[in-house]
């Protein structure tokens, strides 16, 4: 875009609104004298005068209805249009400063949008194949970032994993893809949004998350009640305050870096890795909840293996092992809160 036509775009709708503005004074006084006429003292003299002044008034509440229905819609197209576009703008703005700088730096999601398209990558946009990527992605990275955070807040390092194979944590790779299918409309829109989503979306998956786990194997990963303005143990404030500065990270700054490196792939490679992984966590799941519920009932009752296979599960997944991957799992009575 030319300097001359700089604006060009949005100027035709600034004019119209302008007309516009102008037509609701003119109309604003045609109704002045609506209102009046009805009440006037020889209004009534004449047959059917106040039935018609009525009809009148009813007629043009509908239509203001409609309009205003209308001005509505548009207004909240054209903010949401001046949001993406400031966005957009800073965003740009920001790569171009930093690759200035020589730092390394997420591209604009905008840019992301473009290269899927221009090179009809086999995991562009919202598909399965790039959710199943970020949902591996995340098991991954967030059981590794967890365990720094651990060894540099602790001075120790202690497993986060959540399958009995491979440092993988579903949590993680679950929360990574809501967070994308919560935000990714938002990906080029302000901060707010990513905010309220990540706050939202955070705080229903990990309150799901430890009522089911308690439900179903009677333990609990974390429990939060002696934080403040928490709700059964489960979710806290403070950490729902984290899932939406999550959520500015992930859809800013994260994902377009995991979507940068996926655009990498050459699409067949990419298919057969995606599928081969995906199986690999799904075996890696069902042989984790076999172990989960077993140690769950040796926890629970100390009741002796009474078939071959269960003393399989006893010898390859002892408490001793258990312990060390579930470090911070507790069993209680088995009953899940509400």
């Known amino acids: 875009m030319t300097e001359n036509n700089s604006g060009a775009l949005s100027c ?18 045609e109704l002045e004298e609506l209102y009046y006429v009805p009440l006037a003292e020889n209004a009534g003299k004449k047959e059917g005068r106040d039935a018609e002044c009525l009809k009148a008034a009813e007629e043009e509440l509908e239509s203001l209805k409609r ?15 001046e949001d993406e576009l400031r966005s957009r703008t800073r965003d740009t703005k920001r ?12 591209p604009p999601n905008g840019a992301i949008d473009l290269e899927e398209v ?22 991954f990275a967030g059981v590794i970032i967890e365990m720094i955070w651990c060894y540099l807040s602790r001075g120790y390092l202690e497993s986060r994993r959540g399958l009995v194979y491979g440092p993988f944590n579903l949590l993680y790779g679950a929360g990574a893809v809501l967070l994308t299918l919560a935000l990714y409309r938002f990906r080029n829109r ?13 705080s229903v998956l990990e309150y799901v998350c430890s009522w089911g786990q308690e439900l179903v194997l009677g333990s ?14 489960r979710i806290c404030f403070v950490y729902s305050v984290f899932w939406g500065v999550l959520g500015v990270l992930w859809i ?22 995606t599928v081969s992984v995906t199986v690999f966590l799904v075996l890696d799941a069902a042989v984790t909840g076999v172990a989960l519920a077993r140690w769950s009932q040796r926890m629970s009752d100390k ?31 088995g009953e899940a809160g509400s």
């Open 190 to 202: 302000g901060y707010f949004w990513s905010f309220a989503g990540g706050f939202i979306v955070g």
């Open 303 to 333: 009741a002796a293996p009474d078939s071959g296979f269960w003393e399989f599960i006893d010898e390859r997944f002892p408490d001793s092992r258990m312990e060390r991957i579930f470090a911070n799992m507790e069993f209680g009575s």
């Open 67 to 81: 309009t205003a229905r209308g001005l509505f819609a548009a207004h909240q197209s054209v903010s949401a249009m």
């Open 118 to 139: 221009r090179k009809d990558h086999f995991a562009r946009g919202l598909n399965l194949y790039k959710l199943l990527l970020l949902l591996i992605v995340g098991s």
């Open 12 to 29: 035709g709708i600034e004019k119209q609104t302008e007309k516009l503005a102008e037509s609701v004074k003119e109309l604003q006084t």
């Open 252 to 273: 800013k700054d994260l994902y377009p870096r995991a979507a940068k490196l996926i655009l990498k792939i050459p699409n067949t490679a990419g298919r057969v890795i």
């Open 95 to 106: 790569s171009i400063k930093r690759r200035k700088l020589g730092a390394f730096n997420p």
């Open 220 to 233: 609990r990963s974390w429990d939060y009640s002696d934080m403040p303005l928490n709700i059964n143990g």
